[in-house]
């Protein structure tokens, strides 16, 4: 991938952020070329590169939208999970951390919690992507285990930071995984593919207030125990 006016690393990843409101600029796929070529870098076990990848636009991606949306449409009855996204039982500190930023969320919108069509309806926003233009879905064989799903991770990060360099944007969304079934077979993927995750690209809406709120992260020493320093 060219590079006139890179960012540093850190810069990067101080910009990137999960957007939740996108323009309906299109997307150039020659730049999004280069990105997934430079992504190519990214490492995992024994070179084993177990990612996956199905990338969607134009009326692809509103097939798969309007697969989604009949199974929306059933309610719970209509959920399909590939995985547990959450661990069952989920405690403290974790599900303080997953609730805050939920409220933060819903705060930025000026949605209050006893407002439940509003958070319904922001919550239906995730299954259209935010508005963004192009939606990558990450997939693997089934018989990759919890090492490649790491090694997928790695990828994605690289990809999501990449186009924050590009001057692109994007939100990673598990919530995809609730709905595998239908994702898989609007996409033609094999019974022998388990989806991981979508990811939705575009631009950025600047002026969204959705895309401003401070999203906390925890202390050093929270998550660090410095031995033998």
Not at 96 to 125: C, H, M, N, S, T
């Amino acid at each position: 991938m060219p590079v006139t006016d890179p960012l540093s690393v850190a810069a990067a990843l101080h910009q990137r952020r999960s957007i939740r409101k996108f323009t309906d600029q299109p997307v150039d796929p020659a730049l999004l070329k280069d990105i997934f070529a430079a992504a190519q870098r990214a490492p995992s076990g024994g070179n084993l590169q177990p990612w996956q990848v199905t990338l969607v636009t134009g009326a692809r991606w509103q097939a798969v939208k309007d697969a989604v949306a009949a199974r929306l449409a059933m309610g719970r009855e209509g959920y399909q999970p590939e995985y547990d996204i959450y661990p069952k039982g989920l405690t403290d500190p974790w599900e303080a951390r997953r609730f805050g930023v939920g409220e933060g969320l819903y705060a930025a919108l000026g949605i209050p919690r006893d407002d439940k069509a509003g958070r319904l309806a922001q919550f239906v926003e995730n299954y259209r992507g935010f508005g963004a233009p192009v939606m990558l879905f990450l997939h693997c064989s089934r018989i990759m285990g919890p090492p490649q799903w790491s090694d997928m991770g790695m990828w994605l990060q690289s990809v999501m930071l990449l186009l924050v360099e590009a001057g692109l944007a994007s939100c990673p969304q598990e919530c995809w995984a609730l709905y595998g079934r239908a994702v898989r077979q609007a996409l033609a993927l094999g019974d022998d593919q388990i989806l991981f995750t979508g990811l939705a690209i575009g631009y950025a809406d600047a002026d969204a207030a959705v895309n401003q709120w401070p999203v906390p992260r925890v202390a050093l020493n929270d998550v660090i125990d410095w031995q033998g320093f």
